[in-house]
């Protein structure tokens, strides 16, 4: 119950193209959601987060997409570009503190 | 402001040594999170300390121990390596926002066990 499952484990886009990266949850004390971005060497870096109470949540050319009732949450990269290219994580947190990440997503975006 | 700051950032042992990995929050963070990235398990979560106290846990052995100072700082301890510790170990400090803490996370301790 305390698991994130994220699909796909790796994605190939176009450049200028959407990258969709879905995860599910199953613990409904879930009450945060963020999204990471890790780069080789690197370690994760908050890219946008949602809290169940709004179905949608955009930054740039990342939006958050919520669905409460079917407990699943999707990330989209809009025109989708080379610097994009990276591992994303989704993450749930009950209360303030306790994170559990899905298993990533390799991301290649083709120039 | 300076970013989370982990030492060493490599490190290779042996089989049966400990090892002791340091994690510097950013100014003014007072949670400290560590957590294990392995390429078959993700990210999965060590224990977090606020104010030199643990408040949780993750699900690994008691060879896996960690401790925060006074001014934040903060080390976990791995005793009698096995190979299948051989991971990126990252630290994460959190703030307040919203509510919510918000997690930041430094560059990790690449450790290999032989």
């Known amino acids: 119950q305390q698991q994130v499952k994220q699909s796909p484990q790796s994605l190939i886009v176009q450049k200028g193209g959407i990258s969709i990266i879905n995860c599910a949850y199953e613990n409904t004390a879930f009450d945060y959601f963020p999204w990471y971005q890790q780069f080789p060497g690197k370690g994760p870096a908050l890219l946008i987060a949602i809290r169940p109470d709004v179905s949608e949540k955009k930054e740039g050319r990342f939006t958050i997409s919520f669905n409460k009732s079917a407990k699943q949450f999707s990330l989209h990269i809009m025109d989708s570009q080379p610097g994009d290219s990276a591992t994303y994580f989704c993450?749930?947190?009950?209360?303030?503190?306790?994170?559990?990440f899905g298993t990533g997503t390799r991301l290649k975006v083709l120039a | 402001k300076a970013g989370v700051t982990q030492t060493p950032r490599y490190l290779i042992k042996t089989r049966g040594q400990q090892v002791t990995l340091s994690c510097s929050p950013i100014s003014g963070h007072r949670s400290v999170s560590w957590y294990q990235q392995t390429p078959g398990q993700g990210l999965q979560f060590l224990f977090e300390y606020f104010s030199e106290t643990q408040r949780n846990k993750g699900n690994f052995p008691g060879r896996f121990s960690g401790r925060q100072f006074s001014n934040s700082r903060s080390e976990m301890n791995v005793s009698t390596l096995e190979l299948g510790d051989s991971a990126l170990y990252l630290c994460a400090s959190s703030s307040l926002r919203d509510g919510r803490n918000e997690q930041f996370f430094g560059p990790g301790t690449r450790l290999t066990v032989l």
């Open positions: 993450a749930a947190a009950e209360g303030t503190y306790k994170y559990i």
